[in-house]
């Protein structure tokens, strides 16, 4: 349907009001508007509200099929990816998935297994229309020497295609050996990547804090936390964060995920800790498909209660810029998942109300994270913009969020790309003992 020409006209196209800045239609309730869009080498040449009248001779009648920019997955961990068929997790508990992850780390993370299982993940992000991904690296001695030189050789591999960040993932007890913290900074700030903690309520968390934002202040960083993934109301991290960059004066930009904790607090103690969030200009991404596989999960075999995702509604009504992204896939943080986008969507659509009304949730998935990953002019449809782009069976959100959209096409500077998923069976090596 789309030629290879990388020259051609789409007309009758359904567009969001949300990632088209700059376009002058008449949106609909549900934020949707028709419009023609021409590409030219690569570009989006122009965008315009559909005119019936004017459509061009050789345009392609999209009949009113949504069309959305390429995906920003803002938050993943394809070196942990797909090995759940050698590491399941033991009973689905969040300690069970930290077990079984250190032990598989530690016994079969050398440079090749995690080179093949990045590269499958990215392929299947890739086909599903993901254009930048940030996944966080396992960095705990010594797989921080092996999972580096890993993330910069496949980041180079896959410019054009998928741009890839990295932020180093460890427990913020890792960082009182300060020693080897401040090397670990500087391979990070060698690799360009962001620096990232898991946040835990630790004694000195605070102390800890400052030296985390006095080496990514050193080395000019952003900085990336795992913060409060669990139900305990005494976690509150996201605070000790907030509080840390305002005393610290920090500039950078900083994403905190999970969170989810602060869905369980009291009100006033949940009104304190947004205030500090929105005034230190923190961004907030939520992992909804994640938290519902971890939270709440109950030894006994009882019901979940709770979903376990933060309050994404209230941060964006302060201003916060929120996000939701793919969090883990195939291992024993998330038994499923395949770094789909539009599935994250449908999923938070349901677990988090993205709906009624839709307003501006869409750019939780494309312009937010790409905002927080300063990748400027990704995440939106505008004129000048590289053609990017996805085209979808469905025309209304309900179409589009009731099937798996397996025969969406996927536009690359301007170019249909071949969306043939990895064949599972190729990890099958990887996998035994
Ligand atoms: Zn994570």
Redo the contacts with the bound molecule.
């Keep these: 349907m789309i030629p290879t020409s990388g020259s051609f006209h789409l007309a009758n196209v359904r567009v969001h009001r949300s990632l088209t800045p700059g376009l002058t239609a008449t949106f609909d309730a549900d934020g949707f508007a028709l419009a023609d869009i021409t590409v030219a080498d690569g570009k989006i040449s122009g965008i315009a509200a559909h005119k019936k009248s004017k459509t061009l001779a050789d345009a392609i009648d999209l009949a009113g099929r949504i069309v959305l920019p390429c995906f920003v997955d803002c ?1 993943t ?1 394809i070196d942990k990816g797909h090995i759940w068929p050698r590491k399941p997790n033991p009973d689905g508990s969040f300690m069970g998935a930290l077990n079984a992850t250190g032990a598989d780390r530690a016994a079969r993370w050398s440079a090749e297994d995690v080179a093949r299982r990045m590269d499958f993940s990215l392929r299947s992000a890739y086909a599903h229309g993901t254009r930048a991904l940030r996944t ?1 690296l396992d960095s705990v001695p010594p797989q921080e020497e092996i999972s580096w030189p890993v993330f910069e050789a496949m980041r180079e591999k896959w410019r054009g295609r998928i741009e890839l960040q990295a932020a180093c993932l460890l427990g913020i007890e890792g960082v009182r050996d300060k020693k080897w913290f401040e090397r670990l900074a500087k391979r990070v700030a060698a690799a360009k990547g962001v620096l990232g903690v898991v946040t835990y309520m630790v004694p000195d968390l605070e102390e800890l804090l400052d030296k985390v934002f006095a080496e990514a202040i050193k080395h000019g960083l952003d900085l990336d936390f ?1 913060a409060d993934e669990t139900d305990d109301v005494a976690a509150i991290s996201l605070k000790k964060i907030a509080e840390a960059a305002l005393w610290n004066g920090f500039e950078g930009n900083i994403l905190v ?1 999970h969170c989810c904790s602060l869905a369980r607090q009291p009100d006033l103690d949940v009104l304190d800790t947004l205030d500090k969030v929105a005034k230190a200009g923190l961004a907030v991404v939520s ?1 909804p498909m994640c938290n519902l596989y971890l939270q709440d999960r109950r030894a006994d075999q009882t019901t979940p209660r709770w979903r376990g995702v933060t309050l994404l509604h209230e941060m964006k009504a302060r201003g916060i810029p929120v996000a939701v992204a793919s ?2 896939t195939r291992d024993p943080f998330y038994a499923y998942g395949d770094l789909d986008m539009l599935e994250v969507y449908r999923m938070a659509t349901r677990i988090l109300h993205f709906d009624h009304p839709v307003g501006d949730w869409p750019q939780a998935v494309a312009s937010t994270p790409a905002k927080v990953m300063r990748l400027d002019g990704v995440g939106t449809l505008a004129t000048g913009g590289s053609a990017d782009f996805i085209v979808f069976k469905g025309r209304s959100w309900t179409e589009l969020l009731s099937r798996p959209e397996s025969d969406r096409i996927v536009v690359r500077d301007g170019k249909a790309i071949d969306r043939q998923l990895p064949d599972y069976a190729e990890l099958d090596e990887l996998m035994v003992d």
Excluded: C, S
């Design positions: 938050h961990h966080h795992h995920g992992l969090d883990n």
